[in-house]
């Protein structure tokens, strides 16, 4: 899977608009690291970054690509991707407290 690694950090794609997420959409998990649309959301061509999502991620609901952003995370870090009402955020696992039962 093709990433975009810079000082250690990989570029992660989330929507922080409200309404539809992105990653929580059914989208593949590597269109969340795709380096072409890391560029094109990078220089604000949302509507490039659509028809770029519609023609390499056929069938895929594109209603949060006009929101995306580029989040940076430590290369090795785990995380997911939380959601709420559309919104997107990351939660690391190194910042995560788990409850034992």
């Known amino acids: 899977m093709n990433k975009v690694i810079r000082d ?10 409200y309404g539809v997420g992105f990653g929580s959409c059914g989208i593949p998990i590597e269109a969340i690291f795709d380096p072409k649309l890391v560029e094109l959301v990078e220089s604000e061509d949302f509507d490039g970054a659509v ?10 609901y594109t209603g ?25 955020g ?4 190194s910042k995560t407290e788990w409850i034992t039962a």
Do not use: H, M, R
């Open 64 to 88: 949060g690509v006009g929101d995306l952003v580029v989040v940076w995370i430590n290369e090795g870090e785990d995380f997911i991707i939380t959601e709420y009402d559309g919104y997107e």
């Open 8 to 17: 250690g950090k990989v570029a992660v794609l989330i929507s922080y608009g």
């Open 90 to 93: 990351i939660q690391l696992k």
């Open 51 to 60: 028809k770029y999502v519609e023609i390499t991620y056929p069938g895929v």
